[in-house]
């Protein structure tokens, strides 16, 4: 993949895919996605730049004005549907990089999930909490343990507003704000959490499901921890990993 040096004309404000910071750097397939340096554009394009390139440019270029309302509201319903399909795409590619240990590629995806999920469902959406939640574990696997802690609180306060969430997102939070807290060598909040991802995942599909009883092993470990004093985040992250 090659780039292209921007010079932003004045009042033209672009920026990095990655951190939101001025972008000088230009994709040259899609010319719709900027950065503000070669070592976010590598990042990026190994997390999910290159699978999605050629799908950008028309979920990025305005719909232009059509003669009816027919016709506008085609356009409309066309450009929804493929947003819904970049949001299952890249929530999969991102969980599929977490699976693999690679929580620096899983960040692209994620942001990209997060991204077309507020441009569908608006801010305040459940829809959002999955990308949160990738976010979340991928940073706690990077330690920025204060970047995980940013989304998780996302997460939980948009659960928190939704009485109706599903168990299995709950489930799945409680593990990751579970991991979070181990890491921070926090074990009674840890087992706090863990015991809340037991009992949602128990609601979702009983207490004896066998990745029911495998979530027991997160908790014994934490519990160890607690008990020799000793922090095994990345022991406790890839013990969890393996649960989904």
Not at 110 to 116: D, E, I, V, W, Y
Not at 123 to 136: I, K, W
Not at 174 to 180: F, H, K, N, P, Q
């Amino acid at each position: 993949m090659s780039l292209n040096p921007l010079a932003n004309p004045k009042g033209v404000k672009l920026l990095c895919e990655l951190c939101q910071k001025p972008a000088y750097l230009q994709c040259t397939s899609c010319r719709v996605t900027y950065y503000c340096s070669e070592e976010h554009q590598k990042v990026d394009w190994v997390g999910i730049h290159e699978k999605i390139c050629s799908l950008l440019l028309p979920l990025r270029t305005p719909i232009p004005l059509v003669s009816s309302e027919e016709e506008r509201k085609h356009r409309q319903a066309q450009l929804l549907n493929r947003q819904k399909q970049m949001i299952d795409m890249t929530r999969t590619e991102g969980s599929k990089l977490l699976f693999e240990g690679a929580h620096e590629a899983a960040v692209p995806a994620a942001l990209q999930a997060l991204r077309f999920s507020i441009a569908v469902y608006g801010l305040s959406s459940v829809e959002l909490v999955p990308a949160y939640l990738v976010l979340g574990e991928a940073s706690i696997g990077l330690g920025r343990l204060s970047q995980a802690e940013e989304y998780l609180s996302q997460a939980r306060w948009t659960v928190l507003k939704t009485p109706d969430c599903d168990a299995a997102i709950k489930s799945k939070m409680y593990r990751i704000c579970g991991l979070l807290q181990a890491a921070k060598g926090n074990f009674s909040e840890a087992l706090k959490n863990y015991a809340n991802d037991i009992y949602h995942a128990a609601l979702v599909s009983g207490p004896k499901h066998v990745k029911n009883i495998r979530r027991l092993f997160p908790h014994g470990e934490c519990l160890l921890q607690k008990r020799s004093n000793r922090n095994g985040s990345q022991h406790l992250l890839r013990s969890c990993q393996h649960l989904e």
